[in-house]
């Protein structure tokens, strides 16, 4: 069974400061890893996704994520956080090796408060 | 290029009624998947829909079914309503082929039970 956690309920940075979120993962195979955004009464938009090759994986708005197979983690990070990055994160893991229908398990979610 | 659209946005229901959600996937996508997004909580997921047939399913019971067209749209029907079930439901939309591409949501349906 696929699991992923999400240590922190929220992230409190101040604009400008560097920004990251944690999350960890279990898998059986292959983790398929993904970061969503999701904003008030909004659906969830993709940010960023590691399939397999760099361990740094490059997304939109800014984010990046580095993924650690030893440490079976994925973190999501900004080096300068905006007012407007200000929403609800969500890590999200599919198992690459037994589910070939692309089931998501997502983690709580982090919410990520940046002060001006 | 038209996303992921779902309706209705809002809905009220009381206990023990059945309702339908609707999902439009994104242009050029056969796949549908659904997920129950709780209040505090992240989504958690329902079922998934290509060529209409119901290929995967979590844990949920038999009141929730589905159902996909051969346009890939798709309903979510939720039987013998709880108050448990008041959640934010969204649809999430693929494309088969390409098994490592993500998944795009709509905007969900926020359902009400009293």
């Known amino acids: 069974a696929q699991s992923v956690a999400q240590p922190e309920d929220q992230v409190n940075v101040a604009e400008g400061n560097p920004l990251t979120v944690k999350c960890t993962y279990s898998v059986s195979g292959n983790p398929y890893l993904f970061w969503y955004v999701q904003y008030p009464n909004r659906g969830l938009q993709f940010l960023l996704k590691y399939i397999t090759g760099d361990n740094l994986v490059k997304g939109s708005y800014g984010f990046e994520a580095e993924f650690n197979k030893s440490q079976t983690s994925f973190h999501l990070k900004k080096p300068s956080a905006l007012v407007s990055d200000s929403a609800l994160y969500f890590c999200?893991?599919?198992?690459?090796?037994?589910?070939?229908?692309?089931?998501?398990?997502f983690g709580a979610g982090t919410q990520v408060v940046v002060t001006p | 290029d038209a996303g992921v659209t779902q309706s209705p946005t809002h809905l009220i229901k009381t206990r023990g009624q059945q309702v339908t959600l609707r999902c439009s996937p994104k242009?050029?996508?056969?796949?549908v998947s659904w997920y129950q997004q709780a209040l505090g909580q992240g989504p958690q997921f329902i079922f998934q829909y290509y060529e209409e047939e119901e290929r995967q399913r979590g844990n949920f019971p038999d009141r929730f079914s589905g159902h996909q067209f051969p346009n890939y749209s798709s309903e979510l029907n939720v039987n013998a309503l709880l108050l448990g079930d008041s959640a934010l439901y969204l649809c999430?939309?693929?494309?088969?082929?390409?098994?490592?591409?993500?998944?795009?949501f709509g905007d969900g349906t926020r359902l009400s039970i009293l």
């Open positions: 999200a893991v599919r198992d690459g090796a037994t589910d070939s229908w692309g089931k998501l398990q």
């Open positions: 242009s050029g996508h056969d796949t």
């Open positions: 999430a939309s693929s494309l088969a082929a390409e098994w490592d591409q993500p998944q795009h």
